[in-house]
């Protein structure tokens, strides 16, 4: 990885700034709004069309039955399912400390006010196929939606020659997933989105995918709610003299094999570090199976900022707001305070990376592009929202009257003023 | 009011969905890419261009000094102050309920697992100028991020040939606003999502605006987040026997009077009462200083259904999910388990809506369209975001290293595996 020193802290900001800045691809975004448009008018004909084309593959039917979801329940390895399992009960352990309750309250005699917190009613979400095809994404997508409540989830993923992957569909048995259907693409989320004959349309959409499905989900937000609009994985590392550069080496290939644009980044303030790692790297590479992938996305997203404080090293990671943050630092849990923007942190040299992508609880579909600044990881907040009430009696009304005819009048809304006024007419009428 | 009758309920429901299905203007989106385009190339020199087209007016300075908003809230009728900072109280102890806290646990010895709650950076608020130019529009924007602890909140409305409205410099000041800035449309939400010499770039830009604004908030979303796509205003009313009419007339014309786009929405199991809201709605008309854009919106978008059963009202009004949603019926708390879509909800005769829209404290920027269906109103939630963290000590790994193992493996992600078992390996290289 290419290591990048002696620069000021503006000039590294801005090169950090450069390489987040988002962008669109006009191309893409015309072939997949003229998909949209195709599914909302031709329904289930236009999503046989596009299977057929980009999957290679019509299924016989789109939903996958109960006899088939246990027929791959069957098929898995029973110390695969258990793991999940375990997995599963992590998840949903950390996810109910996420569950907003509403409240109400009476800040004056004849006055009620509060929040309802609802879950949604029906949720898509969406799971990759082919070798992208994680069980752990479907219990990551799935629990929190179970948590809030939410009484129709329904997944889709993309069809597959050979049948869909059975650990995949045991997962969604596990979390709890009420409908799957075998359609993916821009095309699925189309579908969900609006509707077709055999695809119930949703109020938000969850999950990660490919860059179409990605513009898909950007387009039809607002006919529905979306998560985010996910960027090729990242991770962080910010490492002293006391990291073992193996374990870092080790971290960073693990990002780097999920995708060749994957971004790798390590802030140290060691020079000796820095170019261990890269010869740690170097050498790990040499036996991976994926090497091909991960050495692209090392060579061409890997960089080494070698900095001179440990304050340089947040400063510049917040500027970043990386998906996945390694602090590899001397006790590290003091610098919490100091993280503004990232997804999930991973705190000293055991929590590596994987156990979040897996295990251990946190969610493993977060904020990627520097969207952290604003976004935070998928949860049970995705799946509930609000509705606030209000209610007076005439005497609590009687008392606001002058205050809020005055504000009323004076945005020029006279039917507003005369609406509250209008309770203390005699008149029925 | 069009008074619809002897319908089913699927005959009903699916005008209702007809008139709720979101649309998209393709003029409006190419010329709004094209000025965000503008802006992100040129800065300030593109906001001097628009300005002077579109408000035909080129303030001096951009930024509003400290000396102009005390002026300002110099000129304001003490009796409005008053009012705004009694509003300004109440939606601040209604919105400190709102606030999200995050939590840590120990599922197992060496282990700790939680979420960080922080507020976002900085935000930007739009507000509308000219005759939609609403004080209280900045309260119900500003207060709820300064709750949340956002220490930067940029405020942006568009120039006026004669100057601000004092009573919105008011308002902001009472509100907490950091900045305001004189520029207003699709370029001010341009400005706000990528930054230019003067305008700072934020992290979520909030608040309503005409259909350039939104349509500028949409194609921004993903590089900033922003809080919902607003369409045309709505008030939903469910009303039986024991409702009056001339109260009913006078919310539906509080919305009607917003703009000839408003909908509003008239439930009743009562021909009698259908009959006299429409009688009441002609005789009120007479003397509204805004009856011509009242009288629009109630001719075009004004719709009275009479149903059957009051059942009947709650499965027809949650398939609209209006803006605001009043229930004029007997013993009204007892129905709010049965609302599942709609912004917020005035229970009784008298709840009027405009309360909810200047004084009593839930929030008055709210989801439409039938977007209720998967958003909430604005609130702290709005202006807070989640960073999740993990810690491990080595033997809690060793525990959940042949479950992670097995997991990453299933997965054919290697890497993954090995990044785990690497603290556990001897070498330090």
Known sequence: MQIIKNQTIDQMAKQIRQETAATDDAIVAAQVADMIKNVRENGDEALKTYSATFDGVTPATWRVSEAE?????????QKVLAALRTAAENIR???QQEVAVGFEDTPREGIVRGVKVTPLSAVGIYVPGGTAAYPSS???????AKIAGVPNIVMVTPPQKDGLNPTVLAAAKIAGVDQIFQVGGAQAIAA????TATIPAVDKITGPGNRYVAMAKKMVYGQVAIDMIAGPSEIGILADDSARPADIAADLLSQAEHDVNARV???TTSAALATAVNA????QLET???ADIARAAINDHGVIYLVNTIDEMFTLMNLVGPEHLEVQLTNPAQYLAKIQNAGSIFLGPYASEPLGDYFSG????????GTARFSSPLGVWDFQKRLQYLQYTQSALAEDLPAVTQLARAEGLEAHARAVQSRFNSSVG
């Not at 979801?69 to 390895?77: C, F, G, L, R």
């Not at 946190?362 to 592009?369: C, S």
Request: charged share 0%; no cysteine; net charge positive.
């Open 69 to 77: 979801i246990q027929a791959a329940m069957a098929s898995v390895p």
């Open 93 to 95: 352990t950390f996810h």
């Open 138 to 144: 479907v219990l990551m997508n799935a629990i929190p």
């Open 192 to 195: 969900l989105a609006y509707g």
């Open 265 to 267: 980044l390590l802030m």
């Open 280 to 283: 740690a790297v170097a050498q």
């Open 288 to 290: 991976l199976p994926r």
């Open 362 to 369: 946190p969610n493993h579909i977060l904020p990627t592009g």
